[in-house]
């Protein structure tokens, strides 16, 4: 089932990926109470291209009062009309970035995220229309980009990092790829991808 690192990722493979691989648990930012924990949902978008396929990423808009100009998935809290953690996903990227969930094909669910901030995130995976055309919501997103899945599945473009946050040492991931620096969260649900995707994601030295 390993596919050569060399070779253009297909389709068919990610989809006998998520049919056959088990889901591993997040590494998580923090520990809080369940109780207080704030449930959202994430798309991770994937799209054929020519190129092979491609990772669908978000900076987010500079005004925003948290994460502005961070890397992220489009997604946001689960509302009490959503009928489920896939709806909740697609509604929100509709909203950030035009695509419509008609457009998107689900292809599975990875593992749930806890954040350090009060949230626990559902990664939902799908793979959108090539000829989808994606307009970031001003109010929210700055920009729409994509990363190569080529290169979320190599390991040698991970680093464990760790910051000091409110006296609290954390640990987390960082991919930087280009012009964009992606870490935190959507570092780790890429991480938790190459897990499911690529077992020598394994050998990654975990952040402690």
């Not at 457009?103 to 995976?125: D, H, K, Q, W």
Request: with cysteine; aromatic share 8%; charged share 25%.
């Amino acid at each position: 089932m390993d596919a050569p690192r060399d070779t253009l990722y297909d389709r068919h493979w990610v989809q006998a990926r998520f049919a056959r691989a088990p889901a591993k648990e997040a590494h998580l930012d923090a520990e809080p109470d369940q109780q207080d924990l704030t449930a959202a949902a994430v798309l991770v978008p994937l799209v054929e291209r020519r190129r092979g396929i491609q990772v669908i990423l978000t900076r987010r808009a500079a005004h925003l009062r948290e994460h502005a100009g961070q890397i992220s998935f489009p997604g946001g809290r689960i509302e009490r009309t959503d009928a489920s953690t896939a709806a909740a996903a697609l509604r929100e990227a509709e909203e950030e970035i035009r695509l419509p969930p008609k457009s998107v094909a689900l292809t599975g669910e990875l593992p749930r995220y806890r954040t350090g901030t009060g949230f626990m995130v559902y990664p939902v995976v799908g793979f959108a229309e090539p000829s989808a055309e994606l307009v970031p919501d001003p109010a929210e997103v700055a920009e729409i980009f994509e990363v190569p899945l080529a290169f979320v599945l190599d390991p040698n473009n991970y680093q464990p990092l760790e910051l000091i946050s409110r006296g609290r040492r954390i640990a987390y991931w960082a991919i930087p790829y280009q012009a964009y620096y992606i870490w935190g969260a959507t570092a780790a649900i890429l991480r938790n991808l190459c897990h499911l995707l690529d077992m020598q994601c394994d050998s990654m030295r975990a952040p402690v």
